[in-house]
């Protein structure tokens, strides 16, 4: 009580009584280091250190400081060391004082390193508690205390002599609490603040590796199982990527927009702007954290990017399609689609510094070996797997894939790895979750026919059911829809498209900008190390953005030509990109980028004037019109187990793009082009593009209008049949029901595609006349048109008349209309009307007179003076034929084709079966299949001969029977 503070600058101090006998038996007047040193272990001793204060007189109790009567280690420790930093920032231009502060601060540390080494000199303490709520309870970050954990971290770690174990002790407790608290926080709510903690342990190189151990999963002792994809977002890591709005299941639940149809849009759209608040906040926390940690160390940045590469690696099976078929089944093994999503994200942020559009040279540092070369400790892969990924071609047999050798060893560097994660994740993530999204969008617009047909058959249980099903399947989607559109992770997926595309470019053709690729022969070995999934993803994005978005279009419309670029070189050259779905998917693609495609119910504030600029300025345009054609060929040629309906679903795209880009005069200018070339090399050894084009579209019609005919008529006996199924049981009313909601889909795909063909068809006849009439195509061509149009207008027309043809699309005038527009564009034609006239099955006198009849009813009465004019042609031309048939009818059988028993008029050898056929048979079989039909041995058409004995023979005999007519 008889102590005071007489002097100096502070008003209250701590009396210590062994350190006052230490100095003063030594008349020491001042505090040296390993006075200092003494004092701060007694200071921590004391259980109370307001008993021990000794103050100015002229000051009362009431104005002590806290931390000079702080009697909690921890944070006793940490005001000192707090206060130090101050003082060092203060005195920074004064080094001796600077190094001393410094000796200070290293005393601190130790001082808390021994309450955790030596807890039991502290038995009335809990520092592990004083530590993790002084951690837990910051409502900022404070660089102070990252500092401290960071000496203290460090200096564990050194008393330990490497080993990690202790401190895992300290710190692991408080990563389950900030799971803990992370987990309980909704996505509304999730910010930086929710993460805070974490940072204290992100910068320390020790805290860092302890922080992704914890986060990444391990085997129970003694398993055999391979970790599961979903453990990872059972991490601390991985608790803050799953926060979304699609729930962590397949089965829920779902907590937004319940009962969707009671809300108005205005509803909706509040609530997916909240959604994407809270995901641009996942997203830039996730930012944070991995940034941190690649920043951390190069162990740290090492175990950051294999956690990654392992989740991937683990969550491998979302790529397949059983996956996607097995549905909630696997949905527990492996992530949700919202932690895939906020992955891809996070690492398109990465992505950014080397996609956005003034930085896109940096990615010539992208090293496409890193997909072929084995993963070793001096050049780790992280992406596991890889090298066994389908890459866009593949090398000749015995010719090995390049590989990275780097000197003086070193790994990839991070642009490498980060676009190759962000790439994978993109087709584990966004690919998947948009197929989900697609299917849902078919189901909902099932439903709703289904509803409608309830309706009108009374409603009842059955159509609350339905709309039941409804309202929850709206619910999925407009969660869904919230998570795959979130506007800032698209902006950044679409400068990783559009920056991948402009590689890709300079990959295969050494410049970004190539004038022209059609005669470019040269295969760039890096391709075989590319990924087909980098396709896809350009694919998946380009298909979100037209459905869903199109005016983000216009908004990065300055990128659209490196996309436009990528399509015009790889679609038509399967030498840079083997696999022809993919070149079909790049035309779909292509379709997405025409200008008139907007977003249904929203207005078009940007336009469209960016996607018109592709097809009217972009250099490299004209490519466009052989790579379609080529495309469009190749799918009927894969040599691989296409399935037949397939075809038709890839070439839907590239109709819309052949008749919109049909409307400009230059590109119409370059089909006629390419039709010239096929006119005049039709017996080249490969057959013309355009022959084969046009050959596949003639197929294609036949096939696709008799199917829609098959299933109306079905339909039309299914409806018949209808009524009287009430008195069927329920299960067989239910499978009829089935099958006939089965033969509607089918009948409207098929009168669909269809349609479209016949339409690519007039427009090619509109303006091409010479190739499509040559005699290797005429006589097919007329037999098709003669055909359809004899089923639509002739006696049995109403064969196919059902309750509801527009609910199947089936639009028998309109066909009828191009079939004779396309009798008129051929209509100048002799070999035409010779087909037409010859064509034994289908036409007859009648065929143009119910033609006529038809077209009164549906208003097309401007089409009959032209049609009038055919048919008088093709009389006279069939008057003519029946002469010339009744005079050659008894030609020798050797005079006639085996595969056609027609006359043959040009005979020619097949080289490997020696069969005689006459030229235009099997020209035209070629045009579909490069072999002998006799024996399926390769032929061309440059390989057949001319028997001229024959011909000469067939010409004599010929010439003789005319004579004998004529007299």
């Known amino acids: ?142 660089d102070s205390l990252i500092l401290l954990i960071n000496k203290f971290a460090a200096r564990i770690k050194e008393e330990e002599n490497g080993d990690l174990k202790r401190l895992k002790s300290i710190v692991e407790p408080m990563f389950n609490k900030i799971k803990s608290n992370i987990t309980q926080t909704s996505i509304i709510l999730f910010s930086q603040e929710s993460i805070l903690p974490i940072m204290y342990f992100l910068k320390s190189p020790e805290l860092g590796r302890i922080f992704v151990e914890h986060s990444t999963p391990v085997s129970l002792p003694g398993s055999t199982m391979k ?136 990615m010539d540092r992208v090293d496409p070996r890193y997909c072929s070369t084995p993963s070793t400790d001096a050049q780790p892969v992280h992406l596991r797997g890889i090298e066994n990924e389908t890459c866009l071609i593949t090398l000749q047999e015995g010719t090995e894939r390049p590989k990275s050798n780097k000197e003086g060893g070193g790994g990839f560097n991070f642009p490498t790895e980060i676009f190759f994660l962000a790439h994978r994740t993109l087709d584990l993530g966004f690919r998947t979750v948009q197929e989900k999204f697609n299917k849902l969008n078919q189901e909902l617009s099932r439903l709703e026919g289904v509803y409608a047909d309830a309706q009108e058959n009374g409603g009842g249980p059955a159509a609350e059911e339905i709309q ?241 005919l098959n299933y109306m008529r079905t339909l039309q006996e299914q409806e018949s049949a209808r009524p009287g199924w009430s008195s069927l049981s329920s299960q067989e009313r239910m499978e009829n029901e089935r099958q006939y909601a089965h033969s509607g889909q089918l009948a409207r795909y098929h009168n669909l595609m269809g349609s479209e063909t016949i339409a690519v068809l007039e427009l090619m006849t509109s303006s091409i006349q010479a190739v499509i009439t040559h005699p290797t195509m005429t006589d097919r061509l007329a037999a098709m048109l003669n055909y359809f149009l004899k089923t639509l207008t002739g006696p049995d027309r109403k064969s196919f008349k059902v309750s509801n043809l527009g609910k199947y699309q089936f639009k028998p005038g309109d066909v009828v209309a191009k079939i004779c527009q396309i009798y008129i564009n051929l209509g100048e034609s002799e070999q035409f009307l010779s087909s037409v006239s010859s064509d034994g099955r289908s036409y007859c006198p009648e065929l143009f007179g119910w033609t006529q009849d038809v077209l009164l009813k549906i208003g097309k009465a401007f089409l009959i003076p032209n049609i009038t004019d055919i048919a008088d042609k093709v009389a006279a031309a069939s008057s003519q034929k029946a002469e010339e048939e009744e005079m050659l009818v008894d030609a020798p059988d050797e005079f006639l084709c085996p595969i056609m028993s027609i006359l043959m008029t040009e005979p020619v050898l097949l080289p490997s079966s020696r069969q005689v056929v006459d030229r235009s048979t099997i020209a035209r079989h070629l045009l579909s299949d490069q072999s002998d039909p006799f024996n399926r041995s390769p032929l061309t058409m440059d390989q057949v001969k001319i028997d001229e004995d024959l011909k000469a023979k067939i010409h004599a005999w010929i010439a003789e029977k005319k004579r004998a007519s004529s007299k």
């Open 1 to 142: 009580d008889k102590l005071s503070v007489v002097a100096g600058e502070c008003p209250h101090l701590v009396y210590l009584d062994q350190l006052a006998e230490s100095i003063g038996a030594e008349n020491q007047s001042w505090l040296d280091v390993a006075t200092l040193e003494q004092a701060l272990f007694d200071r921590l001793m004391l259980e109370n250190p307001a008993e021990n204060v000794i103050q100015d007189d002229t000051k009362g109790k009431n104005d002590i400081p806290e931390y000079v009567i702080e009697n909690r280690l921890v944070n006793y420790l940490y005001s000192c060391f707090t206060r130090c930093c101050i003082e060092k920032e203060n005195k920074k231009n004064d080094q001796s004082l600077i190094e001393a502060i410094s000796s200070m601060q290293d005393i601190i540390v130790q001082n808390l390193v021994t309450a955790f080494r030596e807890p039991e000199l502290y038995y009335n303490q809990n520092i592990q508690n004083d530590l993790e709520e002084m951690i837990l309870t910051k409502y900022q970050v404070e």
């Open 227 to 362: 970790l599961s994809g979903r453990s990872y977002e059972e991490t601390l890591l991985g608790k803050i990527l799953s926060k979304s709005s699609i729930p962590a299941s397949d089965s829920g639940p779902w907590d937004f927009f319940p009962s969707p149809s009671r809300s108005p849009a205005s509803v909706h759209s509040r609530t997916e702007a909240q959604i994407w608040s809270g995901l641009e906040s996942v997203h830039s926390v996730g930012h944070t954290v991995f940034n941190s940690l690649f920043r951390s160390s190069e162990d740290v940045k090492h175990l950051t990017l294999d956690w990654i590469g392992a989740c991937l690696a683990a969550n491998n099976d979302r790529g397949k399609l059983w996956t996607s078929q097995m549905g909630p089944l696997l949905s527990s093994t492996l992530a949700s689609d919202g932690f895939m999503l906020n992955l891809g994200s996070v690492l398109l942020t990465f992505c950014a510094p080397f996609t956005e559009d003034n930085h896109k040279n940096r």
């Open 468 to 708: 039941k099903r409804m309202e929850e399947s709206m619910t999925r989607f407009l969660s869904m829809k919230a998570a795959l559109l979130e506007p800032s992770t698209l902006e950044k997926q679409t400068s990783l498209v559009a920056s991948t595309c402009s590689w890709l470019v300079k990959m295969a053709t050494g410049t970004a900008h190539p004038k022209s690729v059609e005669n470019l022969t040269a295969i760039p070995q890096d391709l075989a190390c590319i990924p087909e999934f980098l396709i896809v993803n350009i694919c998946e994005h380009i298909l979100l953005i037209r459905r869903f978005n199109p005016g983000l279009f216009e908004q990065y419309g300055h990128r659209l030509a490196d996309i436009f670029e990528m399509i015009l070189v790889f679609m038509g050259k399967p030498i840079w990109l083997k696999n022809p779905h993919l070149r079909a998917r790049l035309a779909e693609s292509l379709e997405c980028l025409l200008p008139y495609h907007e977003q249904r119910g929203q207005p078009n504030i940007l336009g469209n004037y960016q996607r018109q600029a592709l097809f009217q300025d972009h250099p490299g345009r004209f490519e466009l019109v052989h790579a379609i054609l080529h495309v469009f060929v190749s799918i009927e040629e894969t040599g691989q187990s296409v399935e037949f309906e397939q075809k038709f679903y890839y070439r839907r795209p590239m109709y819309d793009v052949i008749k919109y880009i049909w409307t400009l005069d230059e590109f119409k200018a370059k089909f006629k082009e390419i039709a010239g070339e096929a006119e005049a090399n039709i017996d080249s050894e490969n057959p013309p593009i355009f022959l084969r084009f046009i050959n596949l579209l003639i197929n294609d019609a036949i096939f696709l209008l008799d199917e829609g």
